[in-house]
């Protein structure tokens, strides 16, 4: 028989379904789910391994966007303050910049942070 995708499954009649997964409206008889047990094991997810809080940092502020905003404030800050004649030094551009890369990686050390929380709960059950 061929292995029929999500979709696939949810356009058969319900007769089918119970066919093609050996099992009837009354569910499977003690015996049939003691052999599934056996064969397939228990129908749980796999623990993670929390991560610590250095590396969520460095996830969330090592991202391709927030490097690129590094680089652009480096090249800010030499074109704009270091290059610069004396009178013209203006170093705001490069500390607005750098101020987006703290707020950016904030805000996805934030969501990463709240994401784990409900991961937890969830592998607790």
């Known amino acids: 028989m061929k292995e029929l995708s999500y979709f696939d ?3 058969e009649p319900l007769e089918d379904l119970f066919a093609i997964f050996k099992s009837s409206k009354v569910g499977l008889s ?3 789910a003691d ?3 056996e064969i397939y094991g228990e129908n749980t ?3 993670q391994k929390d991560d610590s809080l250095l590396k969520l940092i460095i996830k969330s502020f090592l991202t391709p966007f ?3 905003l590094i680089v652009l404030s480096v090249i800010s ?3 704009e303050y270091v290059l610069a004649p004396v009178g013209e030094k203006d170093a705001l551009s490069a500390l607005i910049i750098l101020f987006l890369v703290i707020l950016s ?3 996805s050390l934030i969501q990463d942070k709240n994401q784990a929380t409900p991961q937890k709960s969830l ?3």
């Open 105 to 107: 990686g904030t805000v």
């Open 9 to 11: 499954l949810a356009k």
């Open 77 to 79: 800050f030499i074109t």
């Open 30 to 32: 003690t015996e049939t």
């Open 35 to 37: 052999e599934r047990l």
């Open 66 to 68: 927030t490097l690129v």
């Open 45 to 47: 997810t796999e623990k």
């Open 123 to 125: 592998n607790q059950l």
